[in-house]
């Protein structure tokens, strides 16, 4: 059973990739292109919660997360931010940032907030396109 902020980003629809703790999502409203979801599977409402498998399997997520957006965005930098105000479970947006814009399938993604904060209300909804992305996201992460 996965919980309810996987299920709130969109699980099973939006799965770019899985590790044995955590879930990888694309998530729907891109700030910026490639960002993404990164929800731990244990039943956790605090980090410090998390299992020491949880943890150790981090780095893995992590590792994938940043081989993935690095040759697929080309960010420059990368925020990891875990908010939790309104969705409960353990989780990460992960937010690849640049100077600029990037294009992908006819659509512009600029990052608002360069060089400060990420701009989260400044953002492409990918709508009925989000499972087509993390469909191409998900080849590209197993290749």
């Given at each position: ?7 709130k980003?969109?699980y099973?629809?939006t ?10 999502l ?7 292109f ?5 929800v ?17 399997d ?33 989780h ?17 993604f ?32 197993a290749?």
């Open positions: 059973m996965t919980n309810s902020t996987a299920q980003f969109g099973p629809r799965l770019v990739a899985e590790t044995d703790q955590w879930l990888v694309l998530r729907p409203q891109q700030p910026t490639g960002s993404l979801v990164l731990c599977k244990d039943e956790a409402r605090a980090f410090a919660d998390l299992s020491a498998a949880a943890f150790a981090l780095q893995v997520a992590v590792a994938g997360i940043e081989r993935l957006l690095s040759d697929l965005v080309r960010y420059e930098k990368i925020n990891y931010l875990m908010l939790m105000m309104v969705d409960p479970d353990v990460f947006h992960v937010i690849p940032r640049y100077a600029g814009e990037r294009g992908h399938d006819g659509r512009s600029v990052d608002a907030g360069w060089p400060g904060q990420p701009n989260l209300r400044a953002h492409v909804d990918l709508g009925e396109a989000a499972p087509a992305l993390a469909a191409e996201f998900a080849a590209r992460w290749a």
